[in-house]
Structure formats: C-alpha cells, structure tokens
DNA sequence: TCTGGGGTCCTCCCACTA
DNA sequence: TCTGTAGTGGGAGGACCC
C-alpha cells in the first residue's frame, strides 16, 4: 500500500469552479429564466449539453449528453445554443479579480482556475479567508456563484471545491452548497479513499472499466494495488501516477503563463458529407480560422494534423510537417488538403478538423508587417499573408461576419460550431 | 439517447542514424 | 563492409479533461 506523501500544510492549493457557469450567465441576461431549467449546448440533432442549471441537472440532466436526451428528459426545458463571446467576457473580468489575489492563476477553463496562495497570505489571511473572499467577490461584483475547495494540492482542491458545489435546495427553494471546502492533512485521506476511482485525475470511462475488472471501484481499493501491478496494467506513466494519486500525492505545480501547443478548430456537420470537393472548401474555412487564432496569439507551427470522423463514428488523424513556419491559412489548407487526399471519403464524413502544431515561434512585429506592407513585390506567399491579416483587421472592427470567402458566403448558417463543454 | 469542440499527454510503431 | 543495437523523431491513435 502506497504511503501518504509527507506533509506540507503550509502550502495549499486553491481550486475556483463556477456553479454552471453558462446557464448561469444567461439567466444573468434574462432573468426571467431565474429558477426555470436552462440548458446551454448545440440545439441541432447532435448537438450536446454544455451547461445545465441545477433545475435542469435535477432531471438527470448532465453536460456531454446529447441534447436529444436532454429534450426527452426534460422537454419544458429552456434550450439555449448559447453565447460563447458573452461567458468569454464575464470569464476575463473573473480572472482579472483572482489575479488580484495572487498573480499564480491556472486558468483550466472559462470558469476553472487553480491558484497558488502561498504568497498572499499576509494581505489577504488564511487560504480559508482567501476562498471566502473571493467566493464573495465574485457574488457581489459578477452576481454569480462559485464554489470553492482548498487542499495540500491540486487533487484534493479539485475534489474539495466539488464537495462544495450546490446539491440540496434551501429553504427558499434555491440550490446551494458549503461553498468553500477545506479539506485538512489530517483527513485528506479518508476524505480521498471515499471517492470512487472516476473521480481521479485520468481516470475516465476506460480506465474505470479497467480498473472495475481488476475489482478497485474506490480510491481505497485502488490505493491496496502495488505500483508494479498497476505499471504493469496501464504503462509506466499512466501505472505510476495512478499509484501516487491513491495515496493522496499529486506533484502537479499550479503554472500561470503555459503556452498553448496546438491551435485547430474542427466542424460536425448536421447530415454526413460524402463529396470531396465540399471537405475540401470547408477545409480551407477552418484552416483560415486556424491561421486567424495563430496570428492572434502571436504564434507559428510548422506540423498540420488533419482528423476524420466517418459516419459510423470512427475517426482517423494524418499529419504532416512542413519545412518551414506555416503563415497563412491557405498555405495550412494546401496540407490538410494533400493529407485529406490519402483519405477514403466517399462513405460519409461526419467530422472534419484542422489543427497545427508544434507552435512556439513567433509572427512578425506590427512595425515588420509595416515593412512587409511597404515592399514592391512581397512574393505571392507574403502577398497571401498580407491579405489574411487585412482580414483580421476588418473582422476585428466590424464583426466575424464583415468579410467572407465566396465558397463560404453561401452557407453560413448551414451549421454552427457547438459550444465548449462546462461542468 | 447516441454521442461537440478544443485541447493535452502518453504509448506504440517505424524509419533513420550513429 | 555488414550486422546488431540503441537512441531519436515523426506519425498514428487512444484516453482523458473541461
């Protein structure tokens, strides 16, 4: 049996998880959906939920199940196709207040963050005081809520701040929670071994299943295993980290500034797409955006992934390397096109993506695109460049939809892209 | 009921090279 | 020169997270 990690309860870690954060923002924009079930995710026949109140959860209502469900579930349900661009504002003035508290903010999502403490302590007090603080700030100034956990380290603050969250109605028939979990040394373990095995990190719906045939359902169970069995069961790194997460040890740091590694973006499309010259246009769309993000977040990669999904739900990834920084979209296009080539596509397709990799290096300074604007003859690849930032530009000040493609003018509503999945 | 979108990390396999 | 081996990097896919 693995040995609890020695114990450091100087250092804590903070765990901020906003209570269903979309269909809390919306009822935020009308309040006449105050106390109704609101679910927030795709509307179309395969879409899935995103967000549900805690009226709607109350149904059996859960984030990633299909909106089908959902409907069947509960069909008096408000359904929202949702507002990416509004729960990105509210997520930013979020941060903005956690970062006043300590400049180590993990942002996991929009309305996840880890934070460091250790150094606002004399300001602010205890991690307990701290938590409580924010929970109110973010009452008063984003009229929202929030729940928050704190533990020796990032594992068990994530497990204390869902101990926190909403589950009984009070007295005034709202849904509320403890609000602010502490979870002490002294009985993080028993605290730990009362979870089942699901609630660990890296531990989803196949390990579980795994881990269930080897008879663990619970961390206690798990936590008799030797690490030579579980390494043996599920590799090296995966065995290995299973076993320190039983014994309550998680060497994760909380890390501010981690830069992305990938930047895609990819489309299901309402009914399966057999024609290939239609992928291939919606592959140019979707590397445009992908170029879009890049040159937004100041960012190069030089390796293209394409991914398929076939109508029977299976799905396939190609990639490819070029050799050199790819800087516009049509240049990521020419790729995923060439990858999509080697691709049989004629069965359906219900699925395509684009993504690029191995980003790191950076685009040109504003005052080199100057430069770049200001040569006679910037070559048909700068040219191309030049071209897709006038874009950025024109959709930055007018809107998303001020400038398009021909091939994309004519179906802009044909589907829309789902929303992310909050818990 | 029938499964979105945007990511990260890990493992395995294979080719290449020293 | 040939062969075996270990290291490395790219590509594919699986699993997971939010």
């Not at 045939?213 to 069995?229: I, K």
């Not at 014994?247 to 057999?274: C, K, L, M, W, Y």
């Amino acid at each position: 049996m693995a040995e609890p990690a020695s114990e450091r309860s100087d250092v804590e870690v903070v765990h901020l998880d906003m209570d269903a954060f979309f269909a809390s923002v919306e009822v935020l924009s009308d309040p006449t959906l105050a106390g109704k079930p609101v679910v927030v995710g795709g509307v179309g026949p395969r879409g899935v939920v995103a967000s549900a109140s805690y009226e709607a959860r109350a149904f059996g209502i859960r984030a990633a199940m299909p909106t089908v469900e959902a409907r069947h579930r509960c069909p008096d349900a408000v359904f929202i196709q949702g507002h990416h661009d509004v729960y990105a504002e509210v997520s930013e003035q979020l941060f903005s207040l956690l970062r006043d508290v300590t400049p180590i903010v993990e942002p996991i999502a929009l309305d996840e963050a880890f934070l460091d403490v250790h150094g606002a302590h004399r300001i602010f007090g205890s991690s307990f005081e701290i938590a409580t603080g924010l929970r109110a700030r973010v009452a008063d100034e984003l009229s929202l809520s929030c729940s928050v956990g704190i533990g020796r380290n990032k594992l068990i603050a994530k497990l204390a701040s869902e101990a926190a969250k909403p589950r009984t109605r009070d007295a005034d028939g709202h849904f509320a929670g403890r609000g602010v979990v502490r979870i002490d040394p002294s009985e993080e373990i028993e605290f730990l071994f009362a979870h089942p095995v699901r609630a660990l990190p890296g531990v989803g719906p196949r390990t579980e299943e795994r881990l269930r045939r080897l008879g663990v359902s619970t961390v206690r169970d798990l936590a008799v295993l030797e690490e030579p069995t579980l390494v043996s069961h599920f590799g090296n790194a995966h065995g290995r980290a299973l076993f320190s997460l039983a014994a309550g040890n998680d060497a994760r740091r909380v890390i501010a500034d981690r830069p992305a590694r990938s930047i895609g973006q990819e489309r299901t499309f309402s009914v399966d797409d057999h024609n290939r010259a239609s992928l291939e246009s919606r592959l140019r769309e979707l590397s445009g955006g992908v170029a879009e993000r890049c040159r937004a977040a100041g960012t190069l990669g030089r390796t293209v992934q394409l991914k398929v999904r076939f109508g029977d739900f299976s799905s396939l990834t190609r990639q490819r390397q070029a050799d050199h920084l790819l800087e516009s979209g049509a240049e990521i296009a020419e790729m995923a096109i060439a990858l999509l080539d080697e691709v049989e596509v004629e069965g359906g397709v219900r699925l395509i993506g684009v993504s690029v990799t191995g980003l790191g290096e950076q685009v040109a300074t504003e005052a080199e695109q100057l430069d770049l604007f200001a040569s006679a003859d910037p070559g048909p690849e700068r040219a191309r460049e030049e071209l897709e930032i006038a874009q950025d530009a024109i959709r930055a000040r007018f809107g998303r939809g001020a400038i398009e493609t021909a091939a994309r003018f004519g179906r802009r509503d044909e589907e829309r892209p789902g929303p992310i999945l909050e818990h």
